[in-house]
């Protein structure tokens, strides 16, 4: 059973930068859909990024600004947050589904335990 740990959340200041990271453990990332979702306190999970195979996605809300990406020999999905925005404070989630890419948080089926940013004004 694969297991993944984000870390790199934190404070940021609006207009600035955080890359996140997830590991992934006793799985692979080959053939499998990597995504980013984000919780804010009172709201649904919602898709930010995913990456299959040679295809990424993006929520109109990120497009420009942020940048997944993905080391498949060390098993590391990032996602670089540039120009952030106080709208994006939450917990970010990395997930991982058996298939190509979703934009539906039901439809992954492996998930980290969340970290947090928080972008002041």
């Known amino acids: 059973q694969v297991q993944l740990v984000e870390s790199g959340g934190g404070l940021a200041q609006g207009g600035g930068s955080l890359r996140l990271s997830c590991a992934a453990s006793?799985?692979?990332?080959?053939?499998?859909?990597m995504g980013w979702f984000r919780q804010a306190p009172g709201k649904e999970r919602e898709f930010v990024a995913s990456w299959y195979a040679d295809y990424t996605d993006y929520a109109d809300s990120v497009k420009g600004r942020f940048t997944i990406s993905r080391n498949n020999a060390y098993k590391i999905l990032y996602l670089q947050m540039n120009s952030l925005k106080p709208e994006d404070t939450a917990v970010y989630y990395c997930?991982?589904?058996?298939?190509?890419?979703?934009?539906?948080?039901?439809?992954?089926?492996?998930w980290g335990q969340g970290t947090q940013v928080t972008v002041s004004s």
């Open positions: 006793g799985g692979t990332f080959g053939g499998y859909t």
């Open positions: 997930a991982r589904r058996t298939a190509g890419l979703s934009r539906r948080p039901e439809q992954y089926d492996n």
